[in-house]
């Protein structure tokens, strides 16, 4: 179903294509099995690249004996941190930032943080014989306290992971904050806000003040870290990996190897899954040094339980939430507390935290603390919205739980405290037009929402999530002209999601052409201008805007052909739903068609290239609603019905617009039902499996409804905004309310697992 | 050496980087073997395909019956010609043209008109079983009289090869000809003239009359053909191959295969050598119905022997001279008969044997008449200059034999009759700037002309080799400037011989930059603008141009972008010498590599294409002059010295120029005295291998000396030529008037190998 409410910054009801669903470009090779993924590659003469990783969750590195692994038949070269230019020469990276931290994750330099820390690499000709060498290295631990979590992290006298980490303080969102010199495991405290809360608490008739926390979990794509490197001696390095930014990758790695970017050629595959995590590289520098050492190129894939324990989840978080609301519902102040694990190494996703959790409302006093907090467990990386579902968790919780202490139907509630465009969230930034108020008219509207529960143990529960799109880091697009009449389209944007098809329908759109008239392709780092990665939910609006420009430069250069052959000038050719029309003779006209057959003779074929930086796709707001059942008996939660809403602004490609809506509830119900990381004491995940790892499966789902809302947004010549990221925000607090009315028991801790409804209901029937 | 005449083109003396000899970009992958060649690609599940070729030189077809082949366990598909649609639906190309007869090279129709001539092809999981499964095929065939060269072929009551071939006359170089209703094996006769002949013949006070013959010899390019090609089911088709031009080859598969081009993609591979024999694919129309009949990556690797025998040679010829000169040297006509051989199908090389055989010289009076003739031999293809070798054979081998007859040193009666810029050559075309008598000052200047022969048994032969050079296809190319100020530069120019490198150098000099910080790549055809083939000498000429243009739009753009910086206007805005200066503030100054630092913060990074269709990189001349040794018991030739002079208005990278004028001579060498198909009566190579046919090797040279004339082209901005084809003209009739000259008999026909030697001198002996 689709709501069109507005379409200011469209042409209402004029496009041709956008909105339409053909097949994808890249379908048929998806669903044949020809699409070649980052474990597809085959070279002559290659080797395998295997990984040691450390047993230990906190230990020093005191020796590392490689020799016994480099006299086994077959192996190759053996690699360790030793081999990364940027760990061995501080001077080109001396600060903790960037590169040097990955490289550090990359292969571990002084001490190890992790259990599954990379340590050393093994490149053998076969993947068998790589393996049997990794058990031939002797490194010698000094194993230290395990830190596994914030609360241990936090603790007065607490270990300290690293020796020379100091806590930062910053008052802005954007800002390198301040030094306070204090050695901690708290890497920085962010602190935002807003009018008075003192003050607001005091004209509050209600207040409400809870903890809300939730665990480690995992993006669960599909296809494992993979790549293959192959560096010619003295000349360039290639990798072919499957990532999210290719640019990025590029970046990365000529830090790390201290060589040019120019060098390096990044090949993108086709890449399964991804959801954040595949924006960061781990393996690409380790292949680049083997394939160095040993002339060949070098292939490493991951197991599954490297991807578990070596790779970047989401951030485990603890958020106190008070607020306090007038008897109407007026919320008149907010203050939150927010602690997110980053793992091994600085930078969880807080700041997405700090900045959405209550920004969809308009409340004059705020006051939100963030902390990002080192511990013994993997790096974070970013999923899909980085810590925006734990954030919204906690405020839609607490926002559905003030609404019961008010009285109030949970809808009207937070439409009583709606921001609307212009009024400024506690970032400092107003509001964009942003169907805010509009997801939430239709929500309430929707039948779905007073249908009855039609039963005992049942609830129904109701969340939005808010989410201002990121990017902003610049795509580019070139399109060149074929004398049929269709037209290539080059970017260097990952497609993880169906970006292909939505941007060739942009380009459709602009040119007069039908979809499976553009054909996509994704290129290397040396075929296409800088693009950044494919994150933020930005790729379908940036590169999207970027290959707009460049049909807007093929018109203007065709249109400058048919001027030449009627001898008219350049601006008295216009270009009118997909025709050239001279306007000093109206007779005068060229389909695209016929004007692409003559371009070889009048200055050959059309090739234009543009950019967008400009980026700043924008905010945008989804919602949904969960009918739960539960069974007191096992605490097994059954999913009656779900509808997700999202402001789309316009949908380019309706069937991955509800692909997104849809896979984002997916992830959010696993997240707040099942999926956690179990962590021995000892800091070792016990369930590194994807059987022991409980991602939902299509058998614990009901059909999931989507309802796209169209609100124009005003920045994109059509009107599009991100679908990728919104989607998976609200699961976790509307199935949190869903369960908490359903068993009369407020359910603050994710995952709400069959145990952990047990577990309530018995604390509920014991304090009865 | 260099000698260097003019640069009026140019800018004399200021060039930093053209004349310099960095690294070729692509070298350290060639010498580590890490380039990948047409035959390097290795796919999941792909299959191995085989052709079957016929035994008879000439034969219809009665029928084929494949049953027993696509019984054999692990063969997946047969194809015949039934599966090329463009040979079933007549209608899609009902004339003789084009892709229609390149289909039936590729895959015989009814009839097979030469031994090697494919017939059916196999896909098998290993070459191996598709090897066998072709010994199962049954083809019926009417064996049919053989027509195995010109003199057969030109007969009266001649077995006709094609049932609907009539002969075409044309007088005019371009024209389409006038269809003359005579069915023949003559294809087409071609008729220039200027002035009138017979007049000419009478103010001469000596002429001489000769006919001059070769035999059909082969291009001898170390990689056999070699593709890959992947049909998606209901897809697109991709196809990995060696070639010469990939938009070529796009072209003839979709017309061949009668799909769009669009749903094709041409993705290069290194190539091994192609001398204009790879312009023309064999294999890949075949390996996609294959591919699309298994929904498998098809592969398929020629042998040499099938690269002898089923792909184009160069034609054999038969070419009377008479000329006509006054006592003083001034020749007063010339009157040639050329007939050239175009084996199975109409197309041989004849119009370049016409225009250019005498078009060095200003000659009032001529009278060409050219003539392509079909034959049971190997449809021909273009090698190097195509045409022109075995046309200066006879017009450089008369002129010495002129000289002679006059008592005129051989260079002097060139010099005499040296066309100038302006004089019109046969084919009506004035001469543009180039350097004729330059080249032959030069050459009769240069010591070697001069130096004691020393020796009995010895002779020294010199001439010269004219060629207009061809393209004019248009090239593109596409750049985009790196944040470290490098620059990559994307064309869709195979890189047959240093033209990475050499238009590299063109983009370094106009932005100021290294070669090194330009790195070039070739990339697939979904990936750049339409570009042509790389032939006809014009890749680093035209693709040159492109890229010069493609660099000029980055300056223009980076000039924009200082503005914005500086606030100033972009006309206000100058780069020279690779620095980007406010005219309003010299103070204000960027180098290319400060301002490319900048682009991410001024809109984004610049990316520029552009296109040449101008072409016409113009005629030039080559010389060569050899001094040889023969042993009159054996008839061996000992090569005493050699040195090749040619025209290249500006060298690039003098290296590859250098390498061009080595090899042409080489290649030159081996066509005049010894390589040489020989056939059996019934038209069966009988020397197919590398072994059997004789090139030389590295034993039978001496150094080849190298004088490079600049004499700079007014149509290149820097004044470039092309350097690939002329230095293979010239060897032919430079080495018949050395050996001629020291046995004292003309050698009028090719090759000149050991046996002629001694049959020649037996016969002088003889009639002494």
Same mark, same amino acid.
């Given at each position: 179903m689709t709501t069109?409410?507005?379409?200011?910054?469209?042409?209402? #009801?004029?496009? *041709? =294509?956008? &909105?339409?669903?053909?097949?994808?470009? +890249? #379908?048929?090779? *998806? =669903?044949? &099995?020809?699409?070649?993924?980052?474990? +597809?590659?085959?070279?002559?003469?290659?080797?395998?690249?295997?990984?040691?990783?450390?047993?230990h969750a906190h230990a020093r590195i005191r020796s590392i004996d490689t020799s016994k692994a480099e006299a086994l038949p077959g192996v190759m070269a053996v690699a360790t941190s030793k081999d990364l230019p940027i760990i061995q020469a501080r001077e080109l990276n001396?600060?903790?930032?960037?590169?040097?931290?990955?490289?550090?994750?990359?292969?571990?330099?002084?001490?190890?943080l992790y259990k599954g820390h990379a340590v050393a690499a093994v490149a053998a000709t076969s993947p068998h014989i790589a393996e049997e060498a990794l058990a031939l290295i002797a490194v010698d631990y000094e194993v230290l306290p395990t830190v596994l979590g914030w609360r241990e992290a936090m603790k007065e006298g607490a270990t300290l992971l690293h020796d020379n980490l100091t806590e930062k303080f910053s008052a802005t969102r954007g800002g390198a904050g301040e030094d306070t010199g204090n050695k901690s495991n708290v890497a920085s405290h962010l602190q935002l806000k807003m009018g008075n809360v003192e003050q607001g608490f005091k004209e509050a008739d209600t207040i409400l003040e809870r903890e809300y926390n939730t665990q480690t979990i995992h993006q669960?794509?599909?296809?494992?870290?993979?790549?293959?490197?192959?560096?010619?001696?003295?000349?360039?390095l290639t990798i072919w990996t499957s990532t999210q930014g290719i640019f990025g990758v590029r970046g990365n790695v000529a830090a790390i190897l201290n060589i040019p970017e120019s060098m390096i050629k990044i090949v993108p595959m086709e890449i399964g899954g991804g959801f954040g995590g595949k924006g960061t590289g781990y393996l690409e520098p380790v292949a680049a040094v083997l394939s160095k050492k040993t002339g060949h190129p070098i292939k490493m894939v991951m197991s599954r339980k490297e991807v578990f324990e070596g790779t970047g989840p989401s951030s485990g978080t603890s958020i106190t939430v008070k607020i306090g609301a007038k008897k109407d519902g007026t919320i008149t102040a907010a203050q939150l507390g927010m602690i997110y694990e980053a793992g091994a190494?600085?930078?969880?996703?807080?700041v997405g935290g700090v900045t959405s959790a209550v920004s969809a409302y308009k409340i004059d006093n705020v006051l939100i603390d963030g902390y990002d907090v080192v511990c013994n467990k993997p790096k974070t990386?970013?999923?899909?919205?980085?810590?925006?579902?734990?954030?919204?968790?906690?405020?839609?919780?607490?926002?559905?739980?003030?609404?019961?202490?008010?009285?109030m139907d949970p809808m009207d509630l937070r439409l009583k405290n709606v921001a609307m465009e212009g009024d400024r969230a506690v970032t400092g930034v107003p509001h964009a037009h942003v169907g805010l108020k509009e997801v939430m008219d239709v929500m309430k509207a929707h039948p779905h929402y007073t249908a009855p529960l039609g039963g005992p143990n049942r609830g129904r529960g109701v969340a939005t999530g808010y989410r201002l799109n990121g990017g902003g880091s610049g795509s580019?697009?070139?399109i060149n002209v074929l004398a049929n009449g269709t037209v290539n389209l080059t970017t260097g944007s990952m497609d993880l999601s169906g970006t292909r098809v939505a941007i060739a329908m942009q380009v459709a759109e602009t040119l007069g052409l039908t979809a499976e008239e553009v054909t996509p392709q994704v290129v290397d780092t040396d075929s296409v201008g800088w693009t950044g990665g494919s994150g933020g939910s930005r790729i379908t609006f940036d590169t999207g805007r970027a290959s707009i420009a460049a049909a807007q430069l093929v018109i203007e250069q065709m249109g400058a052909r048919a001027a030449r052959l009627w001898e008219v000038q350049p601006e008295d050719v216009e270009f009118v739903d997909g025709i050239f029309i001279c306007t000093k003779n109206t007779d005068d006209k060229f389909t695209f068609k016929e004007l692409a057959g003559k371009l070889m003779t009048t200055g050959g074929p059309v090739t234009c290239s543009a950019m967008d930086t400009q980026g700043g796709v924008g905010g945008a707001l989804a919602g949904n609603i969960f009918d739960v059942e539960v069974d007191p008996e096992t605490g097994k939660v059954d999913i009656l019905r779900s509808t997700v809403f999202l402001d789309i602004g316009q949908a380019a490609h309706p069937s991955y617009v509800e692909g997104q809506m849809q896979g984002g509830t997916l992830q959010g119900i696993g997240w707040a039902l099942n999926e956690e990381y179990f962590f021995t004491p000892e800091g070792v995940m016990a369930n590194s499996s994807l059987l022991d790892y409980r991602m939902p499966t299509s058998l614990d789902l009901p059909m999931i409804?989507?309802?796209?809302?169209?609100?124009?947004?005003p920045r994109h010549p059509y009107g599009l905004r991100g679908a990728g990221e919104h989607p998976i925000i609200a699961p976790l607090p509307a199935m949190a309310n869903a369960v908490s009315r359903a068993i009369g028991v407020r359910m603050a801790t994710l995952p709400i697992s069959p145990g952990a409804i047990l577990e309530a209901i018995e604390k509920k029937n014991t304090n009865k």
């Open positions: 069109t409410i507005d379409k200011t910054a469209g042409t209402p #009801g004029k496009y *041709k =294509v956008l &909105g339409t669903r053909p097949v994808r470009h +890249d #379908g048929i090779e *998806k =669903v044949t &099995g020809a699409a070649r993924y980052g474990a +597809d590659m085959n070279m002559p003469e290659m080797l395998h690249g295997k990984i040691l990783r450390s047993p001396p600060g903790q930032g960037g590169p040097r931290l990955l490289a550090e994750n990359d292969l571990a330099d002084k001490k190890v669960g794509y599909i296809e494992p870290f993979a790549c293959t490197a192959q560096w010619i001696p003295e000349g360039r190494y600085p930078g969880s996703p807080m990386a970013a999923y899909r919205a980085p810590g925006h579902p734990q954030a919204a968790f906690a405020a839609e919780s607490a926002l559905d739980e003030l609404a019961d202490m008010l009285g580019s697009a070139t409804d989507t309802v796209i809302i169209e609100y124009a947004n």
